[in-house]
T-cell receptor, first 110, second 112 residues
Framework: KNEVEQSPQNLTAQEGEFITINCSYSVGISALHWLQQHPGGGIVSLFMLSSGKKKHGRLIATINIQEKHSSLHITASHPRDSAVYIC????????????FGKGTLLTVNP | EAQVTQNPRYLITVTGKKLTVTCSQN?????MSWYRQDPGLGLRQIYY???????DKGDVPEGYKVSRKEKRNFPLILESPSPNQTSLYFC???????????FGPGTRLLVL
């Protein structure tokens, strides 16, 4: 079993919809990163969470430590949000080692 | 402009021919890391460096070498490439204590 599991693998939405991408992780993961990979391949770091909630524009990330679960929400989705979203777990005890989920391919149609 | 650069961006080579993929950052970041991305497997960490002359293995270090002689550069060396090293490679950096990683544009490698 992977240390970090994402769902769904693929997600198609209509412009304006509220989107949720989920990430579950195993014992030993102390924090979660959310990354966005554009269709051209470039990767952008969105959030790092070890507790609570963070918001940036239309993006919201939450983490529940007890349930070992994190969610990435996109409000008022737009076609430019179409990308692969990847969660990555930081292994507890190491500030440097990351283990990645397989990603969620999001397509937002106009 | 703050950035991480990688060269080359695309490379086709043959089995056994040594190659180096360069990575350079202009943000004075202490931490640098190499990842490979493969269909169905996602991103996996190859090696990372906490600072100059300090490196350690990630999850898939076999067949790769790294060095960190200067803070800005972190080259990835494939001494004897094999077809199973065909992949998309990303370099990333960040400042110690801050979690935002900055990724390079990627290097697409094909080993024949």
């Amino acid at each position: 079993k992977n240390e970090v599991e994402q769902s769904p693998q693929n997600l198609t939405a209509q412009e304006g919809e509220f989107i949720t991408i989920n990430c579950s992780y195993s014992v030993g993961i102390s924090a979660l990163h959310w990354l966005q990979q554009h269709p051209g391949g470039g990767i952008v770091s969105l959030f790092m969470l070890s507790s609570g909630k963070k918001k940036h524009g239309r993006l919201i990330a939450t983490i529940n430590i007890q349930e070992k679960h994190s969610s990435l929400h996109i409000t008022a989705s737009h076609p430019r949000d179409s990308a692969v979203y990847i969660c990555a777990g930081k292994r507890g005890g190491s500030n440097y080692k990351l283990t990645f989920g397989k990603g969620t391919l999001l397509t937002v149609n106009p | 402009e703050a950035q991480v650069t990688q060269n080359p961006r695309y490379l086709i080579t043959v089995t056994g021919k040594k190659l180096t993929v360069t990575c350079s950052q202009n943000m004075n970041h202490e931490y640098m890391s190499w990842y490979r991305q493969d269909p169905g497997l996602g991103l996996r960490q190859i090696y990372y460096s906490m600072n100059v002359e300090v490196t350690d293995k990630g999850d898939v270090p076999e067949g790769y070498k790294v060095s960190r002689k200067e803070k800005r550069n972190f080259p990835l060396i494939l001494e004897s490439p094999s077809p199973n090293q065909t992949s998309l490679y990303f370099c990333a950096s960040r400042r110690t204590g801050l979690e935002t990683q900055y990724f390079g544009p990627g290097t697409r490698l094909l080993v024949l």
